[in-house]
């Protein structure tokens, strides 16, 4: 895949979450602009949670979380892509296993997405934080 940015917000965000299927950090951080504004929540201590601010930092996110799970394991299912100008909000769940506790969740999730010029200024994710708070023990 080439770094280049989509020309519009679907398109982008359709290799977004191409990209996430491929587990490819560095591809997926391409996608985003040097200055983002980007929140996960922090749960427990959890070490990929809080907020970030430069695109070198989205390929760890990724990293941290996926060493974490049993990527063979994990079920991605993006119910609906919601699309209005720059605007767009993905909802679909999360069904994963924690290699720390062996527990397996599902978790619904929205996240909302900014895209201009081309490139990913925001993302903000909405999960059930209690269920995945209780698969990682805190």
Known sequence: M???PATDTRSLLGGFFQRLGLWDADGVA???ADEIDWYVPAIGGLPW???RSRR???PEYFKTLWAHIYPEQTKVSLDNLIVEGEEAVALGSFSQVS???ELAYTTPFAMHLTVQEGRIVRL???EDTYAVGRA???
């Open 2 to 4: 080439d770094n280049q």
């Open 30 to 32: 391409a996608l985003f």
């Open 49 to 51: 949670g809080g907020r």
């Open 56 to 58: 070198e930092q989205v």
């Open 99 to 101: 290699n720390t506790t």
């Open 124 to 126: 903000h994710l909405y």
């Open 136 to 138: 990682y023990g805190v």
